[in-house]
């Protein structure tokens, strides 16, 4: 069973709005990672966040996370087209075998 | 590096028949998975391994083989194909699943349907 649900499933905005998506998962975990697909293709790493930390930046992402919530979002300012795609977390708990969720998929209208 | 390479990317097979999806990775890297996904349902790890040798089940095995001979080789076999196995496939692999930071490397997918 997927540990970590996104939310929420489709997200529509025009270019240079930031996108949210947030993450939420039932168990603890030791890390927890965001992957971009885009339509047809594999899945690329974006960012990992580990427990014990509460907030990590790459570029223009953002990545929060709250344990005390269990939950996590991932913020994108100033989108672009080329941001277009699905969303997916993957959380890692004592296996450390990442498990995704369904997705958050990102329409960004230029 | 070619990263990870899957092959073929798209397969038709009829009910019954077995086939090899394979996987490689050129970057010596100890853990390789499979994953399907299907639409609505994310990724579902399939089978996994932690190293040449070492092979171990995931969420939904049934169905489907693994083996291990290689650190770069990790080949899903469907010994009998059945359409709920219609799916895309997904190899993928990371240096150690015991980094906490580890990062999953994903191959492009084999898009498979069972008739």
């Known amino acids: ?110 | 590096n070619a990263g990870v390479t899957q092959t073929p990317k798209f397969q038709v097979l009829k009910t019954g028949q077995s086939m090899t999806l394979q996987c490689a990775q050129d970057m010596n890297h100890e853990y390789m998975s499979w994953y399907r996904q299907d639409p609505g349902m994310g990724l579902r790890l399939i089978h996994y391994s932690v190293g040449a040798g070492i092979t171990d089940q995931g969420e939904v095995p049934n169905g489907y083989n693994v083996s291990r001979s290689t650190t770069e080789d990790f080949p899903l076999r469907l010994l009998s194909a059945a359409p709920s196995q219609t799916s895309v496939y997904f190899c993928a692999s990371s240096y150690s699943r015991r980094e906490v930071s580890d990062t999953q490397y994903f191959g492009p997918g084999t898009r498979l349907t069972v008739l």
């Open chain 1, 1 to 110: 069973s997927q540990q970590g649900e996104e939310d929420p499933q489709a997200l529509s905005i025009q270019e240079g709005e930031n996108a949210t998506m947030n993450c939420s998962y039932k168990t603890s975990i030791n890390n927890l990672q965001w992957y971009r697909q885009n339509s047809g293709r594999g899945l690329v790493h974006l960012i990992l966040i580990r427990s014990n930390e509460r907030e990590k930046h790459s570029g223009r992402l953002r990545v929060t996370l709250d344990t005390s919530k269990k939950s996590s979002s991932l913020l994108i300012t100033a989108s672009r087209a080329a941001d277009t795609a699905s969303y997916f977390c993957a959380t890692s708990g004592g296996s450390y075998i990442p498990t995704f969720g369904r997705g958050t998929s990102l329409i960004v209208h230029p």
